[in-house]
């Protein structure tokens, strides 16, 4: 399963920025082992880490990727809608690893894309 994200900005003056991943999640490289204090012996570790959901990476990625000025317009789109919304910025290479059902449930795959227009 794949997660859509993007994020647009406009400014006159400025353009159109638009920011696109594609990708299927697959780790959280800020997952981090809890800590917990002890009774006065400092701190412990417990065996496991605290994990995000899939959507939650892909957004923190996706954030980390254009900054958190552009991330406030950040958003989690259905494949379809993504895909009828950004066709024009979606190279056939992309596309046809996103439609392919193999590659869906198989491996580790990421896109992303940023644009700038401006046309003043």
Same mark, same amino acid.
């Given at each position: 399963m794949y997660y859509y994200v993007a994020a647009e900005y406009f400014a006159t003056g400025e353009g159109k920025s638009v920011f696109l991943l594609i990708t299927n999640a697959? @780790?959280? /490289?800020? !997952?981090?082992?809890? &800590?917990?204090?002890?009774?006065?012996?400092?701190?412990?570790?417990?065996?496991?880490?605290?994990? @995000?959901? /899939?959507? !939650?990476?892909?957004? &923190?990625?996706?954030?980390e990727k254009i900054g958190s000025f552009f991330a406030i317009n950040t958003r989690l789109f259905e494949q379809v809608e993504f895909q009828n919304r950004f066709d024009t910025f979606i190279p056939e290479s992309v596309k046809s690893i996103i439609e392919n059902k193999e590659y869906t449930q198989n491996g580790s795959f990421e896109w992303f894309q940023s644009f700038h227009l401006n046309l003043g």
């Open positions: 697959t @780790s959280d /490289k800020n !997952e981090a082992l809890p &800590k917990f204090a002890s009774d006065g012996n400092g701190s412990i570790h417990i065996n496991g880490k605290l994990h @995000s959901t /899939k959507e !939650e990476i892909a957004i &923190k990625n996706f954030q």
